[in-house]
């Protein structure tokens, strides 16, 4: 049972515009949220994160939103640029620490040039 | 080392055959977790090490899966008698010590499995 959903296999968007990504999650547990980037060939690479006390996390051009009532988060990139194409996988943990991940299933971003 | 290392990148096995995956964690990092990622998927839980003693299991597919981290550094994931499902990226990630670091997990490049 898939416990984060990134319903959004794949996003193109031109250079310069928003980059929306979304992701839903069905545990109520869950008290922390991670976005991670990924390039072909490699790990993921941490992006972002927010915890479940606040409603926005933003660093640079990445902002994180969570809606705790709707169990849902998304990740704006403003302005996109053609190195932001990568693979980004939302992911949630019960609390921070050492605790296991669990992911989304990946939204494919292209941008444009 | 600077980051989170795998070996080998890549593997291509037979069915049937033994495997071992290596990981080595940044220096330092007393956690470390080990994730499946099949074609198309994101990463799954494995198991997860607090230096030497393996605290949970529970994501190991079958007993085919073991994994180790005998002196709380470098760990070994082993999957016996491989077979055609178990072909995915085996990602590796360390946790450590955070006063400066954010929260986060830091992840290896990854070993692609092959089974044939």
């Known amino acids: 049972d898939q416990q984060v959903k990134q319903n959004s296999p794949s996003l193109s968007v031109q250079e310069g515009r928003i980059s929306i990504l979304n992701c839903d999650y069905t545990?109520?547990?869950?008290?922390?949220f991670l976005w991670y980037k990924k390039y072909p060939a490699e790990g993921p690479t941490f992006l972002i994160s927010?915890?479940?006390?606040?409603d926005k996390n933003e660093d640079g051009r990445f902002t994180v939103f969570l809606n705790k009532s709707a169990k849902h988060l998304s990740l704006h990139i403003v302005p996109s640029q053609p190195g932001d194409s990568a693979v980004y996988f939302c992911?949630?943990?019960?609390?921070?620490?050492?605790?296991?991940?669990?992911f989304g299933t990946g939204t494919r971003l292209t941008v444009i040039p | 080392g600077a980051g989170v290392s795998q070996s080998p990148r890549y593997k291509v096995a037979k069915r049937g055959q033994d495997v071992a995956l290596r990981c080595d964690p940044i220096?330092?990092?007393?956690?470390l977790f080990w994730y499946q990622q099949a074609l198309g998927q994101g990463p799954e839980f494995l198991t997860y090490?607090?230096?030497?003693?393996?605290?949970?299991k529970s994501g190991l597919p079958s007993d085919r899966f073991f994994a180790e981290r005998p002196e709380g550094s470098v760990s070994t994931l082993k999957i016996q008698r491989t077979q055609q499902e178990d072909s995915a990226v085996y990602l590796c990630?360390?946790?450590?010590?955070?006063?400066?670091?954010?929260?986060?997990?830091?992840f290896g490049p990854g070993t692609r499995l092959l089974v044939l």
């Open positions: 220096s330092g990092h007393v956690s």
């Open positions: 090490f607090q230096n030497e003693a393996q605290l949970d």
């Open positions: 545990n109520s547990m869950f008290d922390y």
């Open positions: 992911a949630a943990t019960p609390q921070t620490g050492a605790n296991n991940l669990f």
């Open positions: 990630a360390s946790y450590g010590p955070v006063a400066v670091e954010k929260e986060t997990q830091y």
């Open positions: 927010i915890s479940s006390i606040k």
